[in-house]
DNA sequence: TTTAACTTGTGAATCAATTCACAAGCCTTT
DNA sequence: AAAGGCTTGTGAATTGATTCACAAGTTAAA
């Protein structure tokens, strides 16, 4: 299969979310350019990303809502329950812990791992909090599919080779700092001074 | 001046976090090739990225850290403060508010805001938790540059409207929601679900 | 001085993503 | 059954980002 961009699907994530919308509200179709102006974009652009996959449409008609909605669903790979262990149990991590977002998408917290014996042993938004001494047994035994990382800058390059090693395929990183992973390991990284950056940068730059 | 593409801006950010650890360091100078290894990119990469904006380097010889460190700041618009005030005081308004790397880049939190009576009067991490009442009228007085958007989806864009109503140029959001906004304001969406969805599909469409 | 080893800055070339534009298909009305 | 109004799917064209490749400048050593 020919490689998908990054930002195609992104935008098939937001597709989804929209279709979602109009599923709860049972409209049975929906055309590109609706979906195009919900998202931003173009209907050429909603058409383009949605050919890579095949074609759902119906010409002069649309597409049909709940149909595209398990399409997209299928392609995301949303149909299954994905296994997630955060590592790091400070203020971010506690913010995840009780995202109903992750849920309700079949993304399941098994637990969260920390160093502070303070913290292990308690529960972080009725997840257990467990001693990361325990991470590359519970990794063998559990094997969860997703590592969010929510330690600081400096550990997470020696925790995110840690987790590879033990066979993890998909880490999403909150800390501030650039991961360098195998080729076959997803690292996706959300670097909130990164876009701060970005809006200070916007401001000083306007024409 | 010409656009210049948001990934180039990461990348700078990325550069300036390096040049700040060899800084610490008291190395004189970096070449090109060596901020693009750890930045997991090209050494033209970098000198492209960097050539938008002048040329800073001494052929044979490199960057001279600090002024390359202070060109970045200069450009990125880091050299003066920005205030910022928070909307929602939940637990990602939390997390936020304690995260140190704001402070540390000359981003001031004044404020968080929240509808909850049991909340406002309190103080989250420090932070004064106001009435989004008066939230208006505080930006007119306190003049915030930046508001991060911690509320839920479906208050996300009624929040935004007023916001830029009064005037506000840049917005960092948090809210699971496509936003719509008037050109000459930057809004960068953080969206948890877009990323762990990106993963998915990592995951699933593996060849 | 001359030479060798580096490294920048940048047009040109390539690669990738987006937009255009239109034939082809579907539905409704007459 | 024909016409009119929509909307898809997709090659082609365009626009944008990245990579190539090399002249030109710098330093250090001989």
Redesign the pocket.
């Known amino acids: 299969m020919k490689?998908?961009?990054?930002?195609?699907v992104r935008?098939l994530s937001a597709y989804l979310r929209f279709l979602e919308d109009f599923e709860a509200r049972a409209q049975p179709?929906?055309?590109?350019?609706?979906?195009a102006k919900l998202g931003g974009?173009?209907?050429?652009?909603?058409?383009?990303?949605?050919?890579f996959f095949?074609?759902?449409?119906?010409?002069?008609?649309?597409?049909s809502v709940p149909e595209l909605a398990g399409r997209l669903r299928e392609i995301l790979g949303l149909g299954r329950e994905w296994k997630v262990v955060i590592i790091g149990a400070g203020k971010i991590g506690a913010a995840l812990a009780q995202y109903r977002g992750f849920r309700q998408r079949g993304f399941t917290i098994l637990a969260a791992y920390d160093s502070n014996r303070e913290k292990v042993g308690k529960t972080l938004e009725g997840i257990p909090v467990r001693d990361i001494e325990q991470l590359d047994r519970d990794i063998q035994r559990e094997k969860p599919d997703i590592v969010v990382l929510t330690v600081p800058g400096e550990e997470a390059q020696r925790v995110l080779d840690r987790v590879v090693r033990a066979g993890i395929k998909a880490i999403l990183n909150f800390a501030p700092a650039q991961l360098h992973a195998p080729a076959d390991v997803a690292v996706k990284t959300v670097n909130m001074a990164m876009e701060l950056e970005g809006l200070s940068f916007a401001l000083t730059n306007r024409e």
């Open positions: 490689r998908i961009a990054d930002s195609t935008r179709t929906i055309s590109s350019d609706e979906l974009t173009t209907s050429a652009q909603v058409r383009k990303d949605l050919s095949g074609s759902f449409g119906k010409r002069g008609l649309g597409y």
